[in-house]
Nanobody
Framework: QVQVVESGGGLVQAGGSLRLSCAAS????????MGWHRQAPGKERELVAA???????NYADPVKGRFTISRDNAKNTVYLQMNSLKPEDTAVYYC?????????WGQGTQVTVSL
């Protein structure tokens, strides 16, 4: 059974930083893509950033230059370093991963950015 476990959310003041971590386990297939989505109250879930096992990255425009995604393939773990946080970054952040046959989601971690 595949498990996706996030950690690292919390409350931070605007301009601050947080680092999210997500570990995936339990699949016999490789985790080809790992990444993060977020969902703010009253809004749809949106992509934040993603990274392939080969290291190719993709970022949503609002976070470019502020967030950095990375991964440790040996540990099937993905990280999201979030700098210069803004109140509009407040959301539940969901880790996701995709193998060749299925996609999996974590339960989400709350990130709250105060003024």
């Amino acid at each position: 059974q595949v498990q996706v476990v996030e950690s690292g959310g919390g409350l931070v003041q605007a301009g601050g930083s947080l680092r999210l971590s997500c570990a995936a386990s339990g699949s016999t297939f490789s985790f080809i893509v790992m990444g993060w989505h977020r969902q703010a109250p009253g809004k749809e879930r949106e992509l934040v950033a993603a990274i392939t096992s080969g290291g190719s990255t993709n970022y949503a425009d609002p976070v470019k230059g502020r967030f950095t995604i990375s991964r440790d393939n040996a540990k099937n773990t993905v990280y999201l370093q979030m700098n210069s946080l803004k109140p509009e970054d407040t959301a539940v952040y969901y880790c996701y991963t995709r193998t060749g046959v299925a996609a999996y989601w974590g339960q989400g971690t709350q990130v709250t950015v105060s003024l």
